[in-house]
């Protein structure tokens, strides 16, 4: 059984990564704030996936936590970086705890969680980290400024940390999703036809492709867009 880390669990596309990954026979420790829904969610699941109640933005809980739900699972392999949040409206409109908030749980928790990880995939010979981005860390968008930012700002800790801990058989991957047919930034899931959005249970389906990978080949990048997406 392996052991991985997904934040963002609660819904969207990091709940179906967590089934998906339960189902295949591994362990997810399964992080958001909604504690309720992790408790949900792990009911399906007979044991494999295990709430780790934590908000991302509170940076000093993030190892703590992360630390003891690895020790009490006797291990990690790996982890996904999901959570990310994101309000489409004109930038002088944020407040500064908004703005700090999208930084915190977008980017700089990302690097937490890599920096809680990274050590136990190098002393165990090595592991994946998949951090889920966005079509928009590769191109601009307005009215999107911070959340772009951060999703630029992801795309270049990827790949340095890719070419940092290749040498120690650690792979690291961006996976740049264009629309998700999620409750993101205040939607409602569900509401797609398929077509110009992707569906969560299909893109987390391709997205633990990446972990089928032969061990000496790395995917560094995968961009996956909904075929009716108009703006790509
Ligand atoms: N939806 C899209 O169109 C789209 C497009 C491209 C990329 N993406 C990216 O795909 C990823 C997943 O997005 P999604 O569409 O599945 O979003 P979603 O449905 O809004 O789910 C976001 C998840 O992140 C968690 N989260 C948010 N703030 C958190 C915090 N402070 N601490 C811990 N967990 C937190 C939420 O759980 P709690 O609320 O329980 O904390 C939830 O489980 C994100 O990185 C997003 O940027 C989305």
């Known amino acids: 059984m392996r052991t991985w880390i997904v934040t963002g669990a609660s819904r969207g596309l990091g709940r179906q990564l967590a089934l998906q990954l339960a189902g295949r026979g591994d362990r997810v420790l399964a992080v958001a704030r909604d504690a309720g829904g992790l408790q949900a969610l ?33 291990g990690i392999d790996g982890a996904i970086n999901n959570a990310g ?64 930012a951060t999703k ?29 047919d999620t409750g993101f930034g205040g939607g409602e899931e569900g509401r797609g036809d398929g077509r110009g959005s992707l569906r969560p249970s299909e893109l987390a389906a391709q997205v633990l492709a990446v972990l089928d990978a032969p061990p000496g080949i790395v995917i560094d990048e995968i961009t996956l867009h909904p075929l009716g997406q108009g703006d790509f």
């Open 152 to 180: 630029h700002g992801l795309l270049g800790l990827n790949h340095s940390l890719l070419r940092e801990f290749r040498d120690r058989n650690v792979r690291v991957t961006l996976v740049n999703p264009g629309i998700i």
């Open 85 to 148: 949040i994101g309000a489409y409206k004109p930038f002088l409109d944020h407040d500064e705890d908004e703005l700090l908030r999208v930084l915190q749980v977008n980017l700089g928790a990302v690097m937490q969680v890599c920096r809680v990880v990274l050590p136990h995939l190098v002393a165990r010979g090595g592991g994946q980290i998949i951090n889920i981005g966005s079509d928009l860390g590769r191109r601009p968008l307005a009215n999107m400024a911070p959340y772009v």
């Open 42 to 74: 792990a009911a399906h699941t007979d044991g494999r996936i295990v709430p780790v109640p934590l908000d991302l933005a509170e940076a000093r809980a993030i190892r703590p936590m992360l630390e003891a739900a690895i020790a009490a699972a006797g």
